[in-house]
């Protein structure tokens, strides 16, 4: 069973910029996709981004493309979600997930989940 561990969540201002990072246990992150998703109060959590085991095969949810920029580093087991351009809409707790096979925008298709980190964007 894999541990996720999110983190680098904050309070930020409009236009603003944040990195999260989400740190994996065990030997085999370097085998499986990881994606990122949120919750803002209210909502049901949303895709964001995923990344395939080799960082070749990359998909985000429209609203993010051109802000936010999935990548993990094998060596560190870390995936991270580079945000900028950050807008109020963007405020939710984000969590990372370990997917079942390849990137894909159902959370049905992830199965460990970590415990989310707050990004709160004001005006």
């Known amino acids: 069973q894999v541990q996720l561990v999110e983190s680098g969540g904050a309070v930020v201002q409009a236009g603003g910029s944040l990195r999260l990072s989400c740190a994996a246990s065990g030997r085999t992150f370097s085998t499986y996709t990881m994606g990122w998703f949120r919750q803002a109060p209210g909502k049901e959590r949303e895709f964001v981004a995923a990344?395939?085991?080799?960082?070749?095969?990359?998909i985000y949810t429209d609203s993010v493309k051109g802000r936010f920029t999935i990548s993990r580093d094998n060596a560190k087991n870390t995936a991270y979600l580079q945000m900028n351009s950050l807008k109020p809409e963007d405020t939710a707790v984000y969590y990372c997930?370990?997917?079942?096979?390849?990137?894909?925008?159902?959370?049905?298709?992830?199965?460990?989940w970590g415990q989310g980190t707050q990004v709160s964007v004001s005006t």
């Open positions: 997930a370990r997917g079942k096979g390849l990137p894909i925008v159902d959370l049905n298709g992830y199965d460990s």
């Open positions: 990344i395939s085991w080799s960082g070749v095969r990359i």
